[in-house]
């Protein structure tokens, strides 16, 4: 009996500092930047250990009012048209790629905005059921600390946009010699249009394909009603 209450007590104190630490984190991104994520650092480690490749981390953290509105607009347009809408999931979107799994059928994943930005900011890359719970977990508490305007904030500040490339300011400086705040339509379409893969795709260099999804995004972006984020 002793062992068992002593396991008892070791699994509620792991779960209370679980609690504590998860919550806290999620409190303290609300208000600062975040410095660095677990991809950010996978990364890093993949490049120290190729030898052909070198250390490369470019990222500068800016607040959204010093980024085009066309950035989130093209970021919407492109991943998560109801991100203004949804509580952090995708409800409708879910049970399609549900049913076309169950078919068989290879389909892209649902995936919301909140979604890829607690993965990015607290996770680690990957599928299993663990790691999706976690993602779950911690999209329900951006959406109810940080609320959109944050979440969109950090979301173009800390995701993946080439080699060693991270958030809208980097990617604007890096393909177009230009801030986030100075960045067209066209320039923002094209910018979301490699996010699928960032490593693969440049929006300076873009193949016939991404030009392609640039259209797509634009002709998104004309059709959704104008998004204000606070700039």
Do not use: C
């Amino acid at each position: 009996m002793k062992i068992l209450r002593r396991i008892f007590r070791f699994t509620l104190k792991l779960v209370l500092w679980f609690f504590l630490i998860t919550i806290g984190l999620t409190v303290l991104y609300k208000f600062v930047p975040v410095p660095i994520t677990p991809l950010m650092v996978i990364r890093l480690y993949e490049q120290a250990v190729d030898k052909e490749k070198s250390l490369k981390l470019y990222k500068d953290w800016v607040p959204l009012g010093k980024i085009s509105k066309n950035a989130p607009q093209a970021v919407i347009a492109s991943e998560d048209q109801k991100f203004l809408d949804h509580n952090g999931f995708d409800w409708d979107e879910m049970k399609k790629v549900w049913e076309s799994n169950k078919q068989g059928k290879k389909v892209r994943g649902a995936s919301t905005i909140s979604q890829q930005t607690a993965k990015n900011v607290f996770l680690w890359p990957g599928r299993n059921l663990v790691r999706k719970g976690l993602e779950a977990y911690f999209t329900f508490l951006i959406e109810m600390i940080w609320g959109k305007e944050r979440i969109m904030t950090v979301y173009l500040n800390v995701i993946e946009m080439g080699e060693g490339i991270y958030g809208i300011e980097a990617a604007a400086q890096h393909n177009f010699k230009k801030p986030a705040e100075k960045l067209n339509r066209n320039e923002a379409a094209l910018i979301a249009a490699v996010l699928p893969n960032p490593r693969r795709w440049s929006p300076a260099r873009p193949t016939p394909y991404i030009l392609g999804r640039q259209v797509w995004i634009l002709r998104q972006m004309n059709n959704l009603e104008q998004v204000e984020m606070g700039v």
